[in-house]
């Protein structure tokens, strides 16, 4: 479309619009105008029907021609009012109400006209007449009432439909005028880019052939005239280029020429000046092994100067050892252009290096094939990596030799290596079957949380002491185990992985336990032999007040007749001290302080003796029971030490099954 065309449909487009807000507005107006004389007339209906009612009430009160002949006028007035008004409402509701007014009005004409044909005969039925006016009053007044309600419904329907009509004027007038503008808009824009798009390239492709680019090319493909004027554009630089492209040419050749040797030039120096300053020996060879061309640094792996270098052939630096490999080197070096590998060099002063290269075979135009070298002494590379082979496998050895179990698992505590004893700790033969495992599978529930807060101090601190854990093995039985921990750190300090070794201590707590009860045994041994002490002490001083009760008992009893009544208690005293002398000989045998003294006795009496004491030192809660079989004759033993021995026994026995 050609930008004329568009500009003509833009204005086109732009006075349509004006019309049409110009009829919008009129119409409106129109409407508006309708209304307010609807409004108008409904007012003065109502004015009408007020002045009408106050003629009526001055009629009825005073009986005169003058608000009779008023009210008639007034009456016909309001006749005229709905006629014109049936002309303005011509909506359904509108004609209905205007309808009724009309009926309204007619009956209350009637009735006036009746009251005033009564009043003329009032003279001659007065009585009669009196209350047929008063009805048709009444009657009157209700007519008055409905006419007025029925007005100003009408008056209130006449204000809904002017305010419903001028809100939809409003909103169809803005949507109408928001389309049209939109619409102007629009092609406004698609005018104004279909404009300044072409003007844009065109200045561009303008400013470029000024620069010298005579290859820019516009491209408007449109049909009206921005399109012209870019073929046209596009055709005069396309001639210019043609007319310049010779002498262009010429130029182009010639800069290319010297870009060219300025450029190998340059290449040749960074070349020279990368091989010179090269820490690696790079150097030529021919076929035979001559050196052909070499920098420092091959001079210094090689012990020469470079001038002593160029006369000398690579066979004679190799060490003698690896001298015959060189035939083959040439061999496949020829066969597949390149080789990579490692030589053995000696050098003047008897020394050995190692140098790793990469050859490739060159041709040089016509000439004949060269060996281009790239070297490196890897000597003290290969005496760190033997080092640190030899210091790998000192520490695999220390560790697959540790009698303690060495687990190293990561920071997510998966294991990732365990030695031989590890294994066997855990109940394993090969390390597959726990390598990846979490270590809190081996650890007792109720440890848990107490390793993982140990493992957060190890993290922070980077070693913990010696803790003690309960483990498990793969079969679920659980041992106590001692554990000490480390962090291995990586490269800047980064934490990487945990060192854990782990001994068990299953024998040591056994044998923790049992000296604990060897121990309970020796202070149960000290308390007793306390008590022995004490009950020997005890025993001597009560056996010396024994010895005065017996000797003044016997004295006594020597004095006294055999019929004496204090014969008899002097007797039992004397007995009661014989069984407490008893007693006091049982205590010395208990601790042991009595002296051997050998009778011969029956072992049925000794142990009914020691009942009630043995029923005393075992204790309530252990029943006592003798059985003793008769017949079993004599022995002559010490009676405190039978005593002892019986004692012992049941000690013992009672320390043996504390549980029955």
Known sequence: MKIRTKLQLIIFLSIFLLVGIFFSIVLWQKRADRQIQQQAMVMELQHAMFERAGFREEYFLYREDRPKEQWLQSHRRIGELLQEMSTLFTRPEEKACLEKIANFHTRTGNLFNRLIQLDERVSSQYGQVGVLQ???????????????????????????????????????????????????????????????????????????????????????????????????????????????????????????????????????????????????????????????????????????????????????????????????????????????????????????????????????????????????????????????????????????????????????????????????????????????????????????????????????????????????????????????????????????????????????????????????????AQKMEAIGRLAAGVAHDFNNALTVISGNCQLSLLDLRKEDPLRKNIEEIGEAAARAANLTRQLLAFSRKQMMKMEVLDLNDIVRGLHKMLHRLLGEDIDLVTILPEGIGKVKVDPGQIEQVIINLAVNARDAMPEG
């Open 134 to 524: 008063r009805r048709m009053i009444g009657q009157i007044l209700v007519e008055s009432h409905s006419q007025y309600s029925e007005a100003l419904k009408l008056l209130k329907l006449a204000s809904e439909e002017s305010f419903h009509r001028q809100r939809l004027s409003h909103l169809y007038s803005g949507i109408g005028l928001g389309i049209a503008i939109l619409v102007v808009v629009l092609f406004a824009a698609i005018l104004w880019r279909d404009i300044r798009y072409p003007i844009s390239v065109l200045e561009k492709g303008v400013r470029i052939v000024a620069e010298g680019n005579l290859d820019h090319q516009t491209n408007i493909r449109t049909g009206d005239e921005f399109g012209q004027l870019s073929r046209g554009f596009d055709k005069m630089t396309a001639r210019l280029k043609e007319i310049t492209v010779s002498r262009n040419d010429l130029i182009i050749e010639i800069e290319n020429r010297k870009r060219v040797e300025a450029a190998l030039r340059e290449s040749e120096e960074r070349y020279r000046d990368l091989v010179e300053n090269s820490p690696d020996p790079i150097y030529i060879l021919d076929l035979e092994g001559q050196f052909l061309s070499v920098n420092a640094a091959t001079a210094a792996a090689f012990g020469y100067d470079q001038e002593t270098l160029l006369k000398m052939n690579i066979q004679d630096l190799l060490a003698p050892e690896v001298r015959h490999e060189f035939p083959s080197y040439i061999r496949t070096i020829q066969r597949e252009g390149a080789a990579n590998g490692r030589m053995l060099i000696k050098r003047p002063e008897g020394d050995k290096r190692i140098l790793e290269y990469h050859s490739t075979l060159r041709s040089e135009g016509t000439a004949a094939p060269v060996i281009r070298v790239i070297s490196r002494d890897i000597t003290e590379a290969r005496q760190v990596e033997e080092a640190l082979r030899e210091s790998e496998e000192r520490y695999r050895t220390l560790v697959e030799t540790s009698p303690d179990a060495i687990t190293l698992f990561d920071l997510n505590l998966n294991i990732i290596m365990v030695n031989q004893p590890a294994l066997a700790l855990y109940g394993y033969k090969r390390q597959e079957e726990i390598i990846g495992k979490s270590v809190m599978e081996y650890l007792d529930e109720g440890d848990r949380d107490r390793a993982k807060k140990e493992i957060e101090k190890l993290l922070q601190t980077g070693r913990i002491g010696t803790v003690e854990f309960t483990l498990t093995r793969k079969d679920g039985t659980a041992f106590p185990a001692e554990l000490r921990g480390s962090l291995i750190c990586g490269k800047h300090k980064r934490p990487e992985a945990i060192l854990c070794v782990s001994r068990d201590i299953s024998e040591r707590k056994q044998r923790e336990r049992e000296l604990a009860s060897l121990e309970e045994q020796l202070r149960q």
